[in-house]
C-alpha cells in the first residue's frame, strides 16, 4: 500500500478558497487526482492529472473554480479551490494509479475535510 497524505483542509467562508495537497510516498504514479464525499452522498469524481497524455479533467460542478496540479519532483498533487461554495463541503479524498482515477482507482488517501459556512 502506497501511502497518500492529503493535507489543507478546513473550514472557509462561501467564496473563499483552499488548496489541497496530497504525497505520495514511494512510487511515482501516472495518474493522480481527487473525489469528494459529501454528508448522505456517493463519493464522486473532482479532478484528474494523468501525466502520460498531459491530460485534466475536471467535473462540471468544479469547472473554472478548481485547478489541478503536479510537482512531479516532489510527487504531490494539488487542488486549488476558489470561489468556494457551501456545496463544496465534503471529505475530499486523493486519489492515484498506474492508469487512469476517472475508474475506481488503486490508491486512496484517508480523506480531509472541507467545510464551506459563513
Known amino acids: 500500500q502506497v501511502p497518500l497524505v492529503e493535507s489543507g483542509g478546513g473550514l472557509v467562508q462561501p467564496g473563499g478558497s483552499l488548496r489541497l495537497s496530497c504525497a505520495a510516498s514511494g512510487r511515482t504514479f501516472n495518474a493522480m487526482g481527487w473525489y469528494r464525499q459529501a454528508p448522505g452522498k456517493e463519493r464522486v469524481f473532482v479532478a484528474a492529472?494523468?501525466?502520460?497524455?498531459?491530460?485534466?479533467d475536471y467535473a462540471d460542478s468544479v469547472k473554472g473554480r478548481f485547478t489541478i496540479s503536479r510537482d512531479y519532483a516532489s510527487n504531490t498533487v494539488y487542488l486549488q479551490m476558489n470561489s468556494l461554495k457551501p456545496e463544496d463541503t465534503a471529505v475530499y479524498y486523493c486519489?492515484?494509479?498506474?492508469?487512469?482515477?476517472?475508474?475506481?482507482?488503486?490508491?486512496w488517501g484517508q480523506g480531509i475535510q472541507v467545510t464551506v459556512s459563513s
Open positions: 492529472n494523468r501525466w502520460s497524455d498531459r491530460s485534466i
Open positions: 486519489t492515484a494509479d498506474p492508469r487512469t482515477v476517472r475508474l475506481t482507482p488503486d490508491y
